[in-house]
């Protein structure tokens, strides 16, 4: 699986509008159920939100999401701080989360 960590500020305007949009991409994954992506998304006290993605072949079972694609309509007007995507390996994982065959209970 390849992993990536998205950072980003969001002018304290935006806050609540980028946040309903995530929590509207968590809907439409809870609703088709891709097997093939890891997501989750912190936001900081600070407006800074992180996005840590997972995915075996490509990210499309997410970025094709309607719920996805307007969260990235002007992703660049809501936001503070340049977008910095990276690359990441999962070094330590304690029920975070879930691996290839587990469930991790809510």
Do not use: C
């Not at 390849?2 to 509207?24: C, F, H, M, Q």
């Amino acid at each position: 699986m390849t992993y990536n960590v998205i950072r980003y500020g969001v002018k304290d305007t935006s806050i609540t509008e980028n946040r309903a949009l995530v929590e509207k991409v968590f809907e439409a994954l809870d609703k088709t159920q891709p097997q093939s992506v890891r997501y989750l998304v912190l936001e900081l006290d600070n407006g800074e939100f992180i996005h840590l993605v997972g995915y075996d072949k490509d990210s499309s079972a997410l970025t094709e999401l309607d719920a996805f694609k307007a969260f990235g309509a002007n992703h660049v007007g809501r936001r503070s701080t340049p977008l910095v995507r990276a690359p990441a390996k999962i070094v330590g994982n304690y029920r975070m989360l879930a691996k290839a065959d587990e469930v991790v209970p809510a």
